[in-house]
């Protein structure tokens, strides 16, 4: 594997990989024999806040044996306007990997083309793979698999977090069902391109590897016998501007004490956090689930270890 740029563009092995390697890496924390990254310098090049990628990675990076550094884009020339081909070409010469979290899905391509260095996207506008890696990793350890699971988001189905799940949908065999007011559900091109059998609107969709897609608006049937219920803030960095726009139209769009009452008993629930309690989750569900949030976190850095150890072996 040379670069992790999207859940879209992993295999289904890529991906059944890094969940096993993901739970060596969290078995074994703390004595692992090998350091893929010994004499290794990675950057991290983020234009947006970050606390669980930033941290993880960095503590990933390092105990695998690498060293690392963090620019915030704006402290360097790329934030004064430096084209990100030049930048990647400068940073390919020096460094052996870069993880990057910026707006368009594009740079972080535009990056991997011109540096030929190993590229992770930490998060762009269209994607979140990496989360969603240790969140399937999470599923599986906290339900013993995926595999014929019912995975429901709640809220703004149109941002990086559930557009990378439905990539994930279209490649394994559970169902996603996104619940969010139709001007929040995801892109229609983005779905048609991840289950080809329809146009992309709202609907039900479905492929021959065992992959169901639902888009809707009806919350409470999405909730139904769901095995875990999972949410995202409601505003999304560079979002800002829309922030009451959003907390109106998505009011409905919460984890709250109904939505558990109609999934099923024990049901798993997830944030990728960070949280706004009383927004996308009520503070009540939020700390009775807080262990499974706070492990779900956690497993972002044996996850990231997983991938990184899969880069360096190329
Ligand atoms: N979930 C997630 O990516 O968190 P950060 O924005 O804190 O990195
Ligand atoms: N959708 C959120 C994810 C935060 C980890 C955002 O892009 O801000």
């Known amino acids: 594997m040379k670069h992790l740029l999207s859940i879209e563009s992993l295999s289904r092995d890529e991906i059944l990989a890094i969940l096993d390697l993901a739970h060596v890496m969290k078995t074994t924390r703390g004595c692992h024999e090998k350091h893929p990254l010994r004499h290794q ?38 934030g004064r306007g430096e084209p990100i081909e030049d930048t990647a070409r400068v940073m390919g010469r020096m460094c052996h990997g870069a993880v990057i979290r910026t707006f368009a899905q594009q740079d972080v391509e535009t990056f991997a083309r011109y540096s ?47 557009l ?24 229609p091109a983005v779905v048609a391109r991840a289950f080809p059998s329809g146009k992309g609107g709202p609907g039900t969709y479905e492929n021959a590897k065992g992959g169901r897609l639902v888009i809707t608006d009806d919350l409470d049937g999405a909730c139904r016998n769901a095995d875990v219920l999972y949410t995202d803030v409601w505003v999304s960095m560079g979002k800002e501007k829309e922030a009451e726009y959003r907390k109106a139209q998505l009011a ?20 990728c956090l960070p949280a706004y309690r009383g927004l996308e989750i009520t503070s009540s569900i939020f700390d009775a689930h807080a262990d499974t949030i706070f492990t779900q976190a956690e497993n972002r850095l044996h996850a990231q270890k997983a991938i990184l150890t899969m880069l360096a072996a190329g």
């Not at 949908?169 to 007011?181: G, T």
């Open 41 to 78: 310098c990675w950057a991290l090049m983020f234009s947006k806040s970050s606390t669980r990628t930033r941290v993880s990675f960095e503590v990933g990076i390092r105990e695998l044996g690498g060293d690392v550094f963090f620019l915030a884009a704006d402290d360097i020339q790329l």
């Open 116 to 162: 030929g260095i190993a590229t992770v996207n930490a998060l762009t506008d269209g994607e979140h793979p990496c989360q969603i890696l240790a969140d399937l990793y999470t599923v599986t350890e906290a339900c013993g698999g995926y595999a014929g699971k019912v995975v429901t988001f709640i809220g703004d189905g149109a941002c990086n977090v559930p």
């Open 164 to 187: 990378s799940w439905v990539w994930a949908a279209s490649k394994l065999d559970f169902e996603l069902r996104i619940a969010a007011p139709r001007q929040y559900q995801p892109d």
């Open 252 to 271: 409905k769009y919460q984890i709250n004490e109904r939505a558990v009452g109609l999934a099923k008993p024990g049901v798993l629930i997830m944030h």
